[in-house]
T-cell receptor, first 116, second 113 residues
Framework: AQKVTQAQTEISVVEKEDVTLDCVYE???????LFWYKQPPSGELVFLIR??????QNEISGRYSWNFQKSTSSFNFTITASQVVDSAVYFC?????????????FGKGTRLHILP | DAGITQSPRHKVTETGTPVTLRCHQT?????MYWYRQDPGHGLRLIHY???????DKGEVSDGYSVSRSKTEDFLLTLESATSSQTSVYFC????????????FGDGTRLSIL
């Protein structure tokens, strides 16, 4: 069965520090997709990134970067030079691509506090 | 932003009453989902739809039913609300099955007294 673990329930860092959010997943499928979502204090859920299981290339988008490692079943998210606006709950999610399964499983989220 | 509207945005009701939440999309996406979000549990799937009149259960479907009579509308019904169903409910849509990202509505905060 698929599973997503975000072991860090809550993290606090001072502004401008770098911070990494961990995501570990379990799946028996060879084809799957991983996602990250952001939920700021206003409550909406914002899609950040999708990565498929055949593409282990790391991705960078501005201050955000993602490290996908199949060997450790991890898809970690790093924010460089954090800002107060990065304060949010971040969710990692996994989807197995098969005819039987149309669902995405979410981790329980990591609440990130960026202190000014 | 994806065109997803949830209504109502807030609702307070009493135990035992029926409640219907509506999700309306303007993107013509095939897939629609209902989640609930509770502290310590993240997002849990209630029901989802893969087409008009095609629905399936999610992880926490007991006490909930859904209907999708049109592509753009996905209704979630609590037949007889209980206090354990107090939660924030999110609707999501996606173009295709799980390989596509889901885009979420703004949520409905439901309180069952």
């Amino acid at each position: 069965a698929q599973k997503v673990t975000q072991a860090q329930t809550e993290i606090s860092v001072v502004e401008k520090e770098d911070v990494t959010l961990d995501c570990v997943y379990e799946t028996r499928d060879t084809t799957y997709y991983l996602f990250w979502y952001k939920q700021p204090p206003s409550g909406e859920l914002v899609f950040l990134i999708r990565r498929n299981s055949f593409d282990e290339q790391n991705e960078i988008s501005g201050r955000y970067s993602w490290n996908f490692q199949k060997s450790t079943s991890s898809f970690n998210f790093t924010i460089t030079a954090s800002q107060v606006v990065d304060s949010a709950v971040y969710f990692c999610a996994l989807s197995e691509v098969s005819d039987r399964d149309d669902k995405i499983i979410f981790g329980k989220g990591t609440r990130l506090h960026i202190l000014p | 932003d994806a065109g997803i509207t949830q209504s109502p945005r807030h609702k307070v009701t009493e135990t035992g009453t029926p409640v219907t939440l509506r999700c309306h999309q303007t993107e013509n996406h095939r897939y629609m989902y209902w989640y609930r979000q509770d502290p310590g549990h993240g997002l849990r799937l209630i029901h989802y739809s893969y087409g008009v009149k095609d629905t399936d259960k999610g992880e926490v479907s007991d006490g909930y039913s859904v209907s999708r009579s049109k592509t753009e509308d996905f209704l979630l019904t609590l037949e007889s609300a209980t206090s354990s169903q107090t939660s924030v409910y999110f609707c999501a849509i996606s173009e295709d099955k799980g390989n596509q990202p889901q885009h979420f509505g703004d949520g409905t905060r439901l309180s069952i007294l």
